[in-house]
T-cell receptor
């Protein structure tokens, strides 16, 4: 059974810092890995999707990398802003008869002004 | 597009009562997913549909839970009878293509359920 772990569970940084969020998964037989953002009381918003054949994806100040063989992904946020404060969830889409997303428990990020 | 619409946004009920959660997927999306989010277990997939047909309900915790999708624009998740341990945020998500296609899922705002 696929398990997804995110470290740290919470992170607080001053505005302007670059930061890295970590995600690890136990089964490397994945189709893709996705990073989502969740704001309090809101649903999830997809940030980046990395196909299993890709190494990284970039969107603005966000860069996500994938090392499928080691079961790891990182989300790099450059020049953090208070508006980046949210919970970031990593999810892997696993192989099988039908694909399913397995989510990590998330990293709660607070960017202090 | 209004995005995925869920109702109600908040529901407080007493143990033993029937609860019905509703979801309207994004128009044109033919895959629909129901998730449950709790502090203890995180985000878990309960059931998903493709073209209104349930594909996998192995995540449904008990027979007290049931889900239907009578048409492409509406789905319900019903809990009968409800129990305090069902308290959670329930999310609905939809996407284009099939559950096997690589398209991102679009999530609704969720329904926060509290069972007293």
């Amino acid at each position: 059974k696929q398990e997804v772990t995110q470290i740290p569970a919470a992170l607080s940084v001053p505005e302007g810092e670059n930061l890295v969020l970590n995600c690890s998964f136990t089964d490397s037989a994945i189709y893709n890995l996705q990073w989502f953002r969740q704001d309090p009381g809101k649903g999830l918003t997809s940030l980046l999707l990395i196909q299993s054949s890709q190494r990284e994806q970039t969107s603005g100040r966000l860069n996500a990398s994938l090392d499928k063989s080691s079961g790891r992904s990182t989300l790099y946020i450059a020049a953090s802003q208070p508006g980046d404060s949210a919970t970031y969830l990593c999810a892997v889409e696993t192989s099988g008869s039908a694909r399913q997303l397995t989510f990590g428990s998330g990293t709660q990020l607070t960017v202090l002004p | 597009d209004a995005g995925v619409i869920q109702s109600p946004r908040h529901e407080v009920t007493e143990m033993g009562q029937e609860v019905t959660l509703r979801c309207k997927p994004i128009s044109g999306h033919n895959s629909l997913f129901w998730y449950r989010q709790t502090m203890m277990r995180g985000l878990e997939l309960l059931i998903y549909f493709n073209n209104n047909v349930p594909i996998d309900d192995s995540g449904m915790p008990e027979d007290r839970f049931s889900a239907k999708m009578p048409n492409a624009s509406f789905s319900t998740l019903k809990i009968q009878p409800s129990e305090p341990r069902d308290s959670a945020v329930y999310f609905c998500a939809s996407k284009t293509g099939t559950p096997l296609s690589t398209d991102t899922q679009y999530f609704g705002p969720g329904t926060r359920l509290t069972v007293l």
